[in-house]
């Protein structure tokens, strides 16, 4: 039997590495593009403790800030998208949201200044594992602290301070955007006019860890990942790792209904028989989607941010113990920690036990619990206390919520439970969108095709 | 930043190796312990062309045959169990059915005589792809032979024969053995009694395609099966991507809602700083699942039977086309094939040009679309008539047909698809039950835990 898909990927290692032994010069860096860059020369404290020396934002900016910087919209990206939301003088390639921002458009470039970062943490520009450490002279890799969604939000707000900009008109974002649309406005509660999250949100749940625990663990199984333990700057990326981790979201991104129309049982080619490598058109589409995306991303960017968006939870509990520690670690601005100190703080968590399954969770069990428990699907009505206690801050926000009823990633009662929770805690201004399957049935990634549906909904509730 | 999860890695592969080349002696044989035999000493075609010289199927069985041997049962299995449902004398280690077989159990040792085998292509006593092809001398590896479900089924029969089993009282089978059970009673219409089906198909849908490609990926990704294009059984089995594919069929089996209940947002260890491997409860049970699993079960037979689950169709077209390609393809049991020309029939079907997204797919269009048009979720009522034509055999064959609502690897839909399909076809002896998520959160897996949802229901059914 021949693997052809197996054939592909030792030709691009081969072909990589040559390229890499032909080249006296560093690693190509990551790019999408010419954007600006905001930079902060002090040093960074972060959630968990790390300190980064200092920092680079990566920005574009859409529209006009008007005299009074009153108009200023500050949209979040998903995961692994740059600053390029749309194209730009100079760079006039379509953005991730291109027909979502303009003249006239949801995000209106007429009335709003819209400005797009590259996360901390990314690849796009902005401050990340690929980044230098100024100390080092070297890649950050694995020494990179472990950040959170609203160390993310804090580097932003440094941007929009050197910007002079106090209040913004609006905080937008869309999936793991939508997590820090909320959380800038919990964060910064004066600042932040009015929210805007989509298939987003209030704190991170097991499947959708499961989900990106299986991507980091196949990329961190690749040999140049594993061989390197993620320090494979000056030699091979893993691209093979990337390729299948890409394949596992792309899965989580779409819907099955949305296959069943598209591809049904269709096979590549159905007059030769089958084979073990891509066959099915499903099977040959999410080849492609990973092979676009293998090398056009950092592993380590992808890691840690994978990392930070299941730590995310806006519940009371963990914002206090946040900003305990924080205020046990403000004294490493001015003595920042050693490499060595950095490195020993970060260790091994997994327990000696592992997780056996318990009387408790048997069917009949949980079948007889059910009936007198509230799970997190059938009772939307009912919020955590933990999560009510968290979004208090955003008692006067207006927020538009909008959920999609084929998303499994962010299914849609997480956007039921955050409506569900600002209005328990008082907020008249909460309008809720879910958008069921006879007008989407594209799942999670909706928020980057739906014009209408979802564009349509933010173009009326921003006025 | 320390990297305990690839440190057990690295020390596993270094033990296999070690263990490897002190020992002189063959591969050590996948078992799950004393089982019975059948031999098939005739040459087997299978459906897509390849032949087997010969052929084992390993089995077990409870109760007692009666003499005019009509009380026999089939157990039709998931993807990777074994022979052993049910303790035995000569075995007494629990088996993966254990509460639903016995005396008064749903598959009542008192009435019926219960007979399981490990499928054609597996590793526990079957021949699959880890046996010794008798012409070579060598394990087959990959020189195995594409099968389809219909080829284990016939092989199931193959065995019935040897027994003098006619007719068999019932059919049963969950997940893959769900597929298994209706396909018995299509191709064997007066040979099989009843039927009863839980969480299976009667084809694949994208989405578990999608799921399941992504497992084949990983684990042919690992360098132990790359590097040696499945032909591993003289040097290290490709361990760590087996591991990969069971936490990613884990995610598959079970569901979100259950998870929240069970895991939350519990850290294995709060108290220290988050790490890339495993850190979440929710991983480190993924974790686990998969360290159980990744030395317990063959590769191969993985990669073969899970791709045997992608072709499965009951439709009428894929029918026809599998009876003129075995008629065209009979004459190899009189001159069985070489082994060059059985891999040079394995060829390439990855397309020159991949797949891209076209206009039709945007999400207007679709959205208009779709108020016109059945999506396989809204429209359980109108089965496609290819497979109402595939499955008229079935119209006098009695059948229990039990789907899951929290099952996200063979959803609900699917099941309401057979049934309503077997009503169109006229057959009044339907049985439909479908375990609502106040009955079960445990998703796909609900067949090995619920023994009252689901055992319950096989009960009063079979009477």
Redesign the interface.
Known sequence: ??????DN??ERTRKLTARRSSESGPEPSYTSGKHETFHSSHPFLLD??GVLPSFDIAYEAWGRLNADKSNAILLHTGLSASSHAHSTESNPKPGWWERFIGPGAPLDTDKYYIICTNVLGGCYGSTGPSSINPLSGQPYG??FP?LTMEDMVRAQFRMLDGMGINKLYASVGSSMGGMQSLAAGVMNTDRVGRIVSVSGCA?????S???R??Q???L????AW?ET??NYYSSLPPH??MK?AR??AT?TYR???????????Q???GS?????????????????AG?KWCLEYDANSL??IS?AM??F?LGKQLQDATRQRRQENVGKLQHLPTQEEV?S???????DQ???ETDA????A??S???N?N????SPGVPPEDLVKGLAPLRDTPTLVLGVASD?LF?AWQQREIAATLRKVGNRSVTHVELG??????GHD?FL?????VGGEIKRFLG
């Not at 039997?1 to 197996?6: G, I, K, N, Q, Y």
């Not at 819907?255 to 049982?265: L, N, V």
């Open positions: 039997m021949s693997f052809p898909c197996l990927l030792d968990w403790g694995t020494s472990i704190r991170s749940h097991p499947y860890i499961a989900m625990h299986t980091r663990q196949v961190m199984n690749d040999p594993s333990r993620g093979a790792g299948l394949q596992i899965v819907s099955g209904p949305e296959w069943e129309k598209r591809f049904g049982r096979r590549a080619d030769k028989p089958p084979a073990l490598c891509p066959d099915f058109l499903i099977e040959t589409y999410l080849d492609h092979e890691l840690y990392k299941d730590l939870d490195s703080q970060c260790t091994l968590t997994v327990p592992p997780y056996e969770s048997s069917a009949d949980m079948a619990e059910a009936e428990s799970s997190p699907t059938s499994i299914p399957e006879d007008r989407s049935l594209f909706t095709l739906d014009l209408e549906g």
